[in-house]
């Protein structure tokens, strides 16, 4: 399948080079209050910056070197913050630019009522008008087909280039803005209002303009907020301390620690990591309309999986041919192959290739000789008549089969009906094969399932998710494909009813549950499910139900969802254990440094061996900087999931991120000070 | 350390969790008034007590009406406790013909025995009459009651289901008090009495020949009454102004150890209680196991650096070896009697439980010790407090399971509650509280002249002294460094303040928890949820305690405590 995403590389150069002027213009504390720990970040860099310029004219130079490297680093911080944030903004906006460009101005053919045309420009169509589209036409604004069949390119959205066919009524009657007609003639209704189209949807939703704080970002800000505060207490409370013992401790080297202990490293980088999030899904071809969603999408309990298309492939496909006594597989191949050959359904395909494994291929036909007899709903049957041979092949419905059997004088045995009926037990479907009055044999037609499905809803039963398959078949067929996919649950014979309410009584329970869903009436499913995928080639009613639209219109894709919404949830997570965790090396960098004069005998407490207690405080600094760049990428990639129980997830993170957290600024900060030693900058 | 003394700690120490294994079932019933032995009795006495008050035990209000009520019912005793101390010369049993207690000294002491921290400014038997004492034991049992309530309230929030009531508070209340605290005051008030504790209300002396040969008189009151349920409400308010350091309040080295067991047996049922409560016993278990771990690491620091002792007494030629005839180690400020064994456990304990009795002056213990007793405040869940110890607990445990669980994957949850913007709000609110009152006034006092003039050591010890007092108050402990004069109006009043506000503002934080809680519907646990127990759970709970919550008191002990130690072993004396 040719493939087109929006994804762009976050660290291409353009966008690299407006990140960082986005850096300094989001230095503005209009922005800054937004993200209240580099906030205070800021402010500290501010007195810092007062600190130096007083200390310049006063010709007070005695730590002027200090307190610059300390002043340029804070603002560094600061500015490594932004530039996190506007490197994953970046991305997003070069991905609305990229989609912008098929949002060309076009003219519309506007249909009045007395049957006359006019021409106006897309901009100007509201709700309700009605216009004309031909082949070589873009539509102009997303609407519903009343009248007429064509096909349309949708790659302008979905980046598919084959053609979709729509048409009025039923659940192909929408179109998106922006496409192209490639054949025949529609008249649309238009159902949206410009700016409110889907491709102006998807342009606001990449670039980040929508995008609001998700319930588990908003609680994370609460913590960090409060850690903030709270370490602003301890500092407050070192300035007294140090008055108690006839000392005094710089204002600097008191913001130095202040930024040290905050949480800085998860402050700079959270809205990065969200933004991000979204953009994994585009990269996906997935727009999702609320990071909520997202969100939820890791915290789902339940799927619905839909069994055509997600499970299975959808089509019936031979899988074995069965003879009757005195029949020979290669004769029963032979001639379902050719009874076959002018079935242009799936399952008649299937059963021409699987003949093609008993040597039958390319094949000669004289056509002259030859009579197709198609399918119709009252026989029940299809074949060929080879005239030259007098011969009548049917295959067909295994009780129609055999009455054609027994109708031209054959007997049919009780072995082969056993077979077609233990067949259908199985939940497969049965064709039974003849010529004349022979029967030849049994076709076994199968619902198959998709290759590495099993071990995928496996993997979901791993990390908690119970999978339910959905299917309108009957109980028995339904029980043999979900043996085989092994899934949790199935629902047989499903309505959009049962749908809603295995939905209703699963949230009833305290779960969360994803579906995905198409058609309209699927719509107050999607819309009663936690995470509603609808896919792009579903309905209007579906899109607008659903909370998020899978342009590959692939069903399988709400397993990888689940998986962003985890992955989204555990980078927060692991990157605040990180930043809570570098506090403790940051004490014991900080502390006997800056008590040195005061205290010279705290000098126990510097385990690191720090060479000065102006290098220890500015090494810490660094870190505390420096750290913020060096996680960029993972914030914008997330933290490496793998389907695993809970527990092995979060000793992996605990480790990596807790432990890994306390060892690394320990590391980091020592060798920062030997550098700045070695560099005469300490 | 000796063989002899880590025996004695083990055996004091297994015995309190052995009966509290008992004791928590017993409590589990109570409070899901499920039929308990003591019914007979009680029962009668109980409806009786309802239908004066006029409560209809079954009618349950949701958490504001609740926490309203509870704390109007403290306000209420609280003014009247304040009246009976102000106008004491005025009230009976009074033979001592004591004046009213001052103003501010009486604010700081009803404040200080209502919030259950017992923080005494005042002189004890020297000051207070015994109508005033029999006051401040009402309050020893009205406050433990306070706290448990509180923390069954919460634990209702966890258990109960898109539900709205937490429960009736005064229901609970007496319930409390009468199913637990009054009858076992009661055995315990006959065991002390019965190993040598005075007990009296028309007599404030007692006259008696000492071993010199003179006459003397001693104060006596209701003390065996005090003692008891001063320990078993983890109150901490002697009778005497030394406290367990009066032979009459701690007559020998068996009821040391009885006191001990009074002080944490209650605390650790009430983790366990929890547990069978939420029917989740290896989560319960689990917090056992961090909070015991906390105790046992503190308990050996200040076991080991009180049997090692000074090394500058040493270098001055003192024998601070262990001996047939010398207990060695630090025994400054300790009783003979009780030896450092039992000493550094009875000091670890009252730290930990909150208790606040103590048995020998904690101002004198080696530095690290001190720290070490000194964190176990800060800390204030190692077992802690009747009820609250358990709610700063699962305050911790709402805030790591945040943590944690984003990196498992999904919204946090909690015994199948998600934990949401509101818990995580609530959660840092009461933890921001703690530091936040501890932390402010105690930089404010070292700051004015009206703080320092409360020291009595220079140097890094004054800047403890403080630091304990604050820290005593916040955690409801009511321990002293001693060392401090607190009987100023300046402490007095901003000891009181940070001993109200580091009750209450906690407490409305976590009650609020619970109000959130219990509307929220349960989801079911899965392999995706990571499990509240096991070793897992441990280092989650302990890594969030000691990286969130201690780390902030970092600085203040590296000033203090810390300081001292490293300057003892550089040499450095301060004058």
Redo the contacts between chains.
Sequence with gaps: MPQKSYYVSAFSKDIMLSAVKDSFKKLHPHFMVKNPVMFVVEIGSVITTAILIKDLFMHDFEYIGFVLQITVWLWFTVLFANFAESISEGRGKAQADSLRKTKTEVIARLYKEDGKEEDIKASRLRKGDTVIAEAGDIIPADGEIISGIASVDESAITGESAPVIRESGGDRSAVTGGTKVLSDKIIIRITSNPGENFIDKMISLVEGASRQKT??E???N??LV??T???L??V???E??A???HGYISPVILVALLVCLIPTTIGALLSAIGISGMDRLVKDNVIAMSGKAV?AA??V?TLLLDKTGTITFGNRMAVSFIPSEGVTVKELADYSQLSSLSDETPEGRSIVTLAKQYGFRGRHIDEKNIEFIPFSAFTRMSGVNILDKKEQVRKGAVDSVIKFAEDNQGKVSDKTKKIAEEISKQGGTPLAVAVNGRMLGIIHLKDVVKGGIKERINSL??????TVMITGDNPLTAKAIADEAGVDDFIAEATPETKMALIKKEQS???LVAMTGDGTNDAPALAQADVGVAMNTGTMAAKEAGNMIDLDSNPTKLIEIVEI???L??T???L??FS??N??AK?FAI?PAM?API?P?????NIMGLSSPESAILSAVIFNAIIIIILIPLALKGVK?KPA???S???R??LI??LGGIIAPFIGIKLIDMLLTVLHLG | MTYAGILQILITLSVMVIAAIPLSRYLANVFRCEPTFLDKVINPVESLTLKFLKVNKTEETDWVKYLKTGLVVNFLMLTIVYSILRFQNFLPFNQMHYPGIPWALDFNTAISFITNTNWQNYGGEEVLSNFSQMALVFLQFTSAATGLVFAVAFIRGIIRREAKYVGNFYADFIKAIYRLFLPFAIIFAVIMLWQGSPQSIFTMQKKVVNMTGTKQSLSIGPVASMVSIENLGTNGGGFYDANAAQPYEDPNPLTNALTIFMMGTIPIALFLMYGIMTGDKKHAWTLFAVAMTLFLVCLTVVYSQEAHGNPFLARLGANIQVSKNNPGGNMEGKQERIGIAQTSLFAAATTAFTTGNVDSAHDSFMPLSGMILIAEMMLNLIFGGKGVGLLNMLTMVI?GV??????????PEFL?KK???K???FA??A??AH??II??P???A??IPAG?AGILNPG?H??SEILYAYTSSVANNGSAFAGLNGNTIFYNISLGLAIFFGRYIPIICQVAIAGSLIKK????E??????AHGP?FY??VM?TIL??GA??F???L??GP??EH??M??G?LFY
């Design positions: 319930p588990n908003i609680a994370l609460i913590l409060m850690l505060a709270l370490f207490v301890v407050i409370t070192i007294p301390m008055g108690y013992f969100e890791g915290d309990n039963r791993k990390i908690g998710i119970k329970l305290g779960k919404g985890k992955q949830l555990i927060r997570g692991s605040t254990t809570i965790a506090d403790v004490y502390i008590f205290f005998w705290l000098s126990p407490l999931y129980s809970a527990s997830i979060l000793t993170n605990l991120y807790g | 805030i945040f943590i944690a669980g984003l990196m498992v994957g999904r919204t199948g934990i949401e913007a818990e995580v709000k840092t609110l933890m921001f530091a936040f932390l402010i105690f930089a404010i070292i700051a320092l890094p004054g800047l519907k349960s989801v079911p899965s392999a995706g949820t990571f499990p897992l280092a989650v890594g990286l969130v780390l902030t970092f600085p203040a590296a000033l810390v300081a490293f300057a072993i550089k450095h």
